[in-house]
Each structure stands twice: as C-alpha cells, then as structure tokens.
C-alpha cells in the first residue's frame, strides 16, 4: 500500500519522497506544480515507485481522477501556503483556504478512501509569542498556542479541524507541529516566501557575500531528512498514544555555529546580528527564534531520535549541494 504526499513538490514532500522511495516504497506525490527536473530525476534512481500527479488540493475532483486506481493506505499532508507579513496582507483569503479549506477537503478524501492514517503537517508557528519567551521547551500540553501570523492562525484552525473531524468520524489523523526545518531541496516556490536561515547563508556564503542576520534568531532547527523520518514514523506507527505531537532536535541551534561552519569552508565569509530589519542580508519571515520543541512524545512513543547534528547536517548538506543544482 502506498503513500500519498500532497504538496509533494515542495521542500518538505522531496524529502519525504526520498526517504519513502530509499525504502522501496510506493509514492504519490501531489500538487499544483511539478517538482524540478533535478529532484524528479534523483528520485527515480531510487528503489521505490514514484507517481507525480498535478493538481490543486482545492479540488476534490482533480484529486480523486489522480489516485483513484491508486492503492493509498497513508496520506502526508504538507501542502501550504508558508507566508510571510507582505503575503499575510496581500492574500489573506488564499492563505486561508488552502491551508485550512484545503485541510477540510483531505480531511473528507481520507475517511471516504478508509485510509489507514493521515499525518497532518502542523508548525511551530502556532505557539505565535508564548513559543518564543522562556527556557522551557515547548511542550504539546503545556504551551497554549496562540498565533499570530496568517500562516500560524490558518494552520492552527486547520489542527483543530483534524481533531474534531478525528473525533466525531473516527479517522485516524495525527497532528506533527515542524520545528525549523532546513536542508535538502530547499528551493524557492510560489508558496513558501523564505527559505531557511542557514540555507540562506551558506548561499550567500558560497557567493562571497556577507550574513546579516536577525538577533536572537537562535532556533530548533532540524535537518529535513529527519523531519521527514519523523512525519514516516507517524504514518507507519502501529498505536499513537496522543493526538499532536512536536517534531524537533530538543536542542536550540545558534546560528553562530552555523556561522563558524561556513567560515571554515569559505574563509571570506562572514556574519553578523542586528536588531535594524533594513540592514538584514537575509530574507527572515520572522525576526526572532522560537523555543526548542520538547521531543518527549517521540522518543517515548516511537523511539525516535534526530540522526543529524548540526556538524552532521553541515557536512551532509554540502555534499548534497555538491550534487545537485536546483
């Protein structure tokens, strides 16, 4: 039985194709464009079956004509809209009804297809200004999330959609709020309006330009490919014991030692903070790091552990970015 990934072009769904394909499993990936030549190419080389089926999530039809003789038994739900302030103003009724109209449309396509599980793919967004004040980690049960971005509100309205639908149809859906993802395949789509800080820099590293970056933007920031393990984790456990569950490192992540990563590599590079958002060299969604996420959920119900330092997901990602031009 295979997997089907919506918002399968974007950073996120390349990554779950590649760890689902490395498995020898069967991938559908779902969205409004086509991946790029370089990652459709990359994945092919991989064991499992891969299937790219275009369409928009908005509607149901153009869903059901792609999967329809297609045995899907988990679906992964990542398409979003990732939108910053200019977005948030610009578009705010596109940002809703994919993020959370598209949400409900899924929510209806799983029940009907009797799938085995639904993995609904949340952020840290939600937690809005309690995630970013305190030492404590962020705890699923703890913190009340409260956000404040069109991003963050749409995607929580979009939680709380999954747990009710959960609740009075009996179709298994999970929820995984995303620390920082960065990493493999990051590119720039018309959906997602920043890539990640330390992606940034290590471009504007390789360019010989200089990182100006927002102070305070420590974060928890985890490798994709381990984001990605934990999503597959969720799709495949046998029993959930809770309904939402954090996916991140524990750890916060100062972008300084990212700094010093690439000031080994590249010896002209170099970096600096600023609370000034006119002197930023770098595109920043938000200006200031989030709590680390407590992984108490997943290491004690799945076993599940980060397979990435950040020096391991250093070295990985410029080999990556050595083998492949997006």
Sequence with gaps: MGYLVTGGSGFLGLNLAEQLLSAGKDVLLYD????????VTA????????TIALGDILSPAQLDTATNDRPIAHLIHAAAITAGPERDLAAPRRI???NLLGTIDLLEFA????????????TGSVYGGPGLAGDALLEEDVELPLPVSMYGITKYAAERACLRYREL?????????LAMVFGRWEYHTSVRDSLSLPVQMYRLAARGEPAILPDGAFSDWIYAPDAARALIALADAKHLEHTVYNIGTGAPSPLSAWGE???ASFGAFTYGFTSDPDRL?????????????APRRLI?????????????AYDDYAEWTRAHAL
């Design 300 to 312: 004690e119900g799945l076993g599940f552990r980060p397979r990435y330092s950040l020096d391991a």
């Design 111 to 122: 029940r009907h297809r009797k799938l085995k599980r639904m993995v609904y793919v949340g």
């Design 43 to 50: 994945l092919k080389r991989l064991p499992g079956r891969l």
């Design 32 to 39: 409004i464009a086509p991946p790029p030549d370089a990652a």
């Design 169 to 177: 149809s009996g179709l298994d859906v999970v929820v995984a709020r």
């Design 261 to 263: 990563k690439l000031r």
């Design 96 to 98: 809703a009804e994919v």
């Design 281 to 293: 060299t770098v595109n920043a969604i938000a200006l200031k790091g989030r709590k680390p996420f």
